[in-house]
């Protein structure tokens, strides 16, 4: 049974920094896609940014420049170093490994606060 588990979530100031990460278990990993997304109370989950196993990403425009995302495959895991952080930042931070369209598995996800 495939299992993501993320780690590293908190408290930070404003302008400060996190890194958050995930590990992925329970399974042979072919060519697949990590990522992160994140929802915030009474908004939906919306995209941070994604990695291939191949190292191509994607941002979302909102954290572009101050988040990078990349990832172990040899540990199938996946880390987000956070930078420069905002208020709007604040939310719970889900991992996402994904094969295809419609199979994909998610983390319960890690909460991080920044405070303003």
């Known amino acids: 049974q495939v299992r993501l588990v993320e780690s590293g979530g908190g408290l930070v100031q404003a302008g400060g920094s996190l890194r958050i990460s995930c590990t992925a278990s329970?399974?042979?990993?072919?060519?697949?896609?990590m990522g992160w997304y994140r929802q915030a109370p009474g908004k939906q989950r919306e995209l941070v940014a994604t990695?291939?196993?191949?190292?191509?990403?994607n941002y979302a425009a909102s954290v572009k420049g101050r988040f990078t995302i990349s990832r172990a495959n040899a540990r199938n895991s996946v880390i987000l170093q956070m930078n420069s952080m905002k208020a709007e930042d604040t939310a719970t931070y889900f991992c996402?490994?994904?094969?295809?369209?419609?199979?994909?598995?998610w983390g319960k996800g890690t909460l991080v606060t920044v405070s303003s």
């Open positions: 990695i291939t196993r191949g190292g191509t990403t």
């Open positions: 996402r490994l994904g094969f295809s369209p419609v199979l994909a598995y």
């Open positions: 329970g399974g042979t990993f072919g060519d697949n896609e």
